[in-house]
């Protein structure tokens, strides 16, 4: 849900060449020392001599976060002896348009989400990357065409390749719980989502309540909404019919989303499984997990992306305190392990050289590790030794990624604004307030047949 807002300062910077070098980056873990790390894929990157060479990076990232990538940029520069200059804004989704349309863009942009580099691929502005770049996802990224059909878009001439490089991911189908709460009273772990519905009955049999829910936020209230119904989406239907709803071929109003909205209802509006029935959307999602710390409980589950535990208590510990699980599939549908989540995509909006080289790098194990034994950073790379992450939270996470069959990105996200951020935020409020599923999906269809 969000969006990056960009500084000028920022644009000066990277258009007058003065773009901080990561070269000045010490290198954090020595090669050859930590067994955590592949030091042979770095061994690698050494055979490439790139001296004297440099290459401008722009993205999303500031302050801690372009930290993180400058010191994992930093093994590039010290193996191949290139140079390069990245540049962070906090408005980057603004300025790489107007660069780009200038004929001043970066050798290479990162994107906070696929929609704009799919709308500057298709005016000519990306440059593919190849065949030989697609098999590579494919065979090394776990659900690798789910990735492969992620950073596909159509170019000018309307020939459909890969132009997105997805590096940095995050994932939403997660359940989080207090494992204390738990094991007092007998509950185990559900791996499918009958076993997620049949412990939600037994939770309301045992006098408790299982869920906490929140879809409050402010002037975006709804959204968290739509993540349960996306959820839903990948569940109940195939990949083909999620890609489809998210493009409008397979309208809102169409059978299978109705199911899938009812599915998240199935939760929501029951008021024996909510600890605020009647006031899901009066509830603010930073808010809402909070009952799973009270004592006792006043919910003993709450879905919600890998973000949220910024919002408990002071003081929890993850892993004691505060624990998550995947949010499974149905058993009975075939379906494997649906993911969703989020993700950057590298793509290249001035071809050179030292750009390839650069997506090259990004298919390192190396260039992977590094940044997971720092914070923040997930990857769905077969490649890498999941040891080399921070803390067992995040293995535990990245784990998710890795057990996944199908990727897909935050629906509402790669829809128009005047849908994903407006008509099925207000639908999701609806429905929680009473309005039957068939009506809701109307409604967004109504509003979506009213901007084409």
Known sequence: MIRFLMSGAAALALSSGLAASAAHAELLFKPGEDPRFNWASYEELQKTDLSGKSVTLFGPWLGPDKDLVENTLAYFEEATGIDVKYSGSDSFEQQIVIDTQAGSAPNVAVFPQPGLASDLAAKGFLSPLGEET??????????????????????????????????????????????????????????????????????????????????????????????????MMLRTQTPEDYDAWVSNELKFN????????????????????????????????????????????????????????????????????????????????????????????????????????????????????????????????????????????????????LSATTFRFDGSDLMPGAIGAGAFWTGMVDYVGGKPAEEVGNDIQTAWDAIK
Not at 142 to 171: I, R
Not at 266 to 291: E, L, Q
Not at 341 to 363: C, H, Q, Y
């Open 254 to 401: 169409d059978p299978k989303v109705v199911e899938a909205i009812e599915e998240f209802g199935w939760f929501a509006n029951n008021p024996d499984f909510v600890d605020t029935p009647n006031a899901i959307a009066a509830t603010d999602f930073r808010d809402s997990p909070k009952g799973l710390f009270a004592s006792p409980p006043a919910c003993y589950m709450h879905r919600q992306a890998s973000f949220i535990p910024s919002f408990f208590p002071e003081g929890t510990e993850m892993g004691v305190d505060a624990d998550f699980f995947y949010f499974p599939a149905y058993e009975g549908k075939d379906l494997g392990q649906p993911v969703l989540g989020a993700g950057t995509v590298f793509a290249i909006t001035n071809d050179s050289p030292e750009a390839r080289a650069l997506i090259d790098f990004l298919k390192t194990p190396i260039a992977h590790e590094v940044w997971m034994a720092q914070s923040g950073f997930l990857t769905p790379h077969k490649g890498v030794n999941t040891d080399a992450y921070a803390d067992d939270t995040l293995k535990g996470l990245g784990e998710i990624l």
């Open 134 to 231: 697609a098999a590579w996802v494919k065979d090394n990224y776990a659900a690798g065409q789910s990735w492969v059909d992620l950073g596909t878009f159509a170019g000018k001439d309307g020939k459909e390749e890969l132009y997105g490089f997805f590096y940095k991911a995050d994932v939403k189908s997660l359940v989080w719980f207090v494992p204390d709460t738990f094991e007092d009273a007998g509950y185990e772990v559900p791996e499918t989502m009958e076993e997620l519905k049949a412990l939600t009955e037994q939770i309301v049999a045992d006098g408790g309540t299982p869920w906490c829910i929140g879809l409050g936020s402010g002037g975006a209230t709804g959204w968290p909404g739509t993540d349960w119904v996306e959820d």
